[in-house]
């Protein structure tokens, strides 16, 4: 019995963070989605970055020191340091990736960032209310139908 209830508290610990990675990477697409459009919606902006190599490579080299620094030290930083890195790094990705709102219809780009954000937040609030086991394959499954059903509905409606 004392077996079940420490793999049951594990259990539960687990989907409590699986269920706040899904929101954050939830917040992370809608973060750096936005952060692309208005620089793609502002010349001055988007020619400084993508007209400069430095500054591109200064902002690709800055997401990379934020990937490596949490990394190195998520163990021993405190969360909201963590939080603040990865919605920099969210920002920074934003920023560089700024050039696909150029290229790419809206529409299509925001179809996408919708159904991957529209998937992360829901499995988010799916664990948060149920308190079910995200990490398992039936769940995984759950969210892939979920993504699917949505491309879908988006393609059926263009």
Known sequence: MLHNTRVSNITKIVNTYVQKVYFWLFIGLIITSLTAYVVSTDPDIYNVILGNDIVFFGLLIAQFAAIVTVSAFIRRIPDNLAEITFVLYCFLTGLTLSSIFLEFDIY?????????????????????????????VGNIATMALFGVILALIVICSL
């Open 108 to 136: 299509s780009i925001a179809y996408v960032v919708l159904i991957t954000a529209a998937m992360f937040g829901f499995m988010s609030l799916y664990g948060y209310v149920t308190k079910t086991d995200l990490t398992s």
